[in-house]
């Protein structure tokens, strides 16, 4: 799975898997097991997620992805 995500960070990129390679990070702690019963887990869940979430600069309703668009 990591060689997919580099390759396709690459192609993304419009360059080489060499050239890619760096951009993919799995942390070391990669997993979550959440548990109705332990709502911290769910909170640190959500708080790990969140970095995926850019609500102030993203379009709704246009059916467009906004990769890249924060950068200029």
């Known amino acids: 799975?990591?060689?997919?995500?580099q390759e396709a960070w690459a192609s993304a990129l419009g360059s080489s898997?060499?050239?890619?390679?760096?951009?993919?990070?799995?942390p070391s702690n990669p997993t979550y097991c959440l548990r109705r019963d332990e709502?911290?887990?769910?909170?640190?869940?959500?708080y790990r997620a969140s970095y995926l979430c850019?609500?102030?600069?993203?379009?709704?309703?246009?059916?467009?992805?906004?990769f890249g668009?924060?950068?200029v």
């Open 17 to 26: 898997v060499d050239e890619a390679k760096g951009l993919v990070e799995i």
């Open 54 to 66: 850019k609500a102030a600069t993203k379009v709704y309703g246009s059916g467009q992805h906004g």
């Open 39 to 46: 709502p911290q887990g769910v909170v640190d869940f959500f």
């Open 69 to 71: 668009s924060s950068r």
């Open 1 to 5: 799975m990591f060689n997919r995500l």
